[in-house]
């Protein structure tokens, strides 16, 4: 007698699927929530508002004179921070036949889709206010070595990654020009979970109290903690999230190049500032040399990562290939760093189904809205590199 199987009739048998369609994992919009000033009192709506900052008087360092009037001071001119808002929006357009066919629902995959590029999008635009240097620094009133923001960038330092004197060094910088704290005693400190484990590594090697765990310091349980949150440091509360994000660094010229035993060598026309276990990519040199890498030595103007390829001898790249890694942007803020502008909040727009067969369905989102720092001097951006 013959079997009957699935082999047989496999025409009966059909391949099934799981109706429900996945999104990623995706972390937590952060940046506009540290917007704590914002216009209380508009004259009117505008492609700019304007925000007025008072200076304060001079200090009088004389006593009054018991016989004479005292002399009127003049109030000093305001300062002006300025926001220029600006429409920001998405649509997505789906067909009807798409929504009656789909193997799963679309519309509420669209919606899902719209709010979270809604919130990446407008975190993206604070984060970029946040790191930019064209946006303000903090001129001080002593003589200090800050030359882009109010901040430090130890890319082509001796040790590029992020350190406890550097977070020393923003508290001190904050406090010196009269940066009220954003958390209690606390300022707050942003940064890449790649960043974060270069600084709690240091910090356990300097004694296991040095880095304050969130657990030891709130009262009120998990409520009073900031998704993200590390641990107290220095003085400063830091938050880890992966929207502190990574960005190529300038790059280096690469002049001279070299193979040896499995090694290669590669030249810079400056100094690189490249450690021991960072990732770099090397472009323009030649297919041998180009690539991600990890570099297994330096010295001021020479980086090696293994190769095995053949031996190249010594010689000039001409012309210069380039060599980079990924930078990032640690943000350490007090009270009114930053400054948020809001004609109207973003919202969901549906749009009308005007087409002649009624086939055409639109949503989207805009706003109508915009940042800018307000008190250069609450905004400390330390730009380094991480050893992972």
């Not at 949503?363 to 800018?372: A, D, E, H, R, T």
């Amino acid at each position: 007698m013959a079997d009957t199987s699935t082999s047989t009739l496999t025409n009966l048998i059909q391949t099934a699927y799981d109706k429900y369609v996945e999104f990623n994992l995706r972390s937590e919009p952060m940046f506009r929530k540290f917007a704590d000033k914002r216009p209380v009192d508009v004259t009117n709506p505008g492609a700019t508002v304007v925000f007025q900052l008072h200076n304060d008087l001079s200090r009088i360092s004389s006593p009054l004179t018991e016989t004479s009037d005292v002399s009127a001071v003049a109030l000093n001119n305001t300062n002006k921070v300025q926001v220029t808002v600006n429409e920001y929006g998405n649509a997505v357009t789906t067909t009807e036949r798409l929504a009656l066919e789909s193997l799963s629902a679309i519309d509420p995959a669209v919606a899902d889709m719209l709010s979270y590029n809604m919130r990446d999008s407008f975190d993206a635009l604070v984060y970029n206010v946040l790191v930019n240097p064209a946006t303000g620094r903090y001129a001080g009133t002593s003589a200090d070595d800050e030359a882009v923001v109010n901040g430090v960038d130890k890319t082509t330092a001796a040790t590029t990654t992020l350190q406890a004197a550097d977070v020393r060094r923003a508290v001190a910088k904050l406090r010196g020009a009269n940066v009220q704290p954003r958390d209690g005693a606390f300022y707050v400190g942003m940064l890449h979970p790649d960043v974060s484990y270069d600084l709690r590594t240091e910090a356990a090697a300097s004694g296991a109290n040095v880095w304050r765990e969130p657990h030891t310091y709130t009262e009120a349980g998990v409520g009073n903690i900031w998704s993200g949150e590390v641990g107290v440091y220095e003085g400063v509360k830091f938050v880890e999230s992966a929207r502190v994000e990574q960005a190529a660094s300038a790059t280096r010229s690469v002049t001279n190049k070299a193979l040896t035993s499995n090694v290669a060598t590669l030249t810079t026309s400056a100094a690189h500032g490249f450690e021991v276990g960072e990732s770099v990519t090397v472009a323009g040199v030649d297919a041998t040399f180009n690539g991600s890498h990890t570099i297994t030595a330096v010295t001021s103007t020479t980086f090696s990562f293994a190769k095995t390829a053949s031996n190249v001898t010594s010689a000039a790249v001409s012309p210069a290939g380039t060599a980079s890694s990924l930078d990032h942007k640690v943000i350490i803020m007090g009270k009114q760093a930053l400054i948020e502008a809001v004609t109207y909040e973003p919202k969901t727009v549906i749009s009308p189904i005007t087409d002649k067969l009624m086939r055409f369905r639109s949503v989207g989102y805009k706003g109508l809205l915009g940042w800018n720092i307000y008190r250069p001097e609450a905004r400390y951006v330390i730009t380094c590199t991480s050893s992972i």
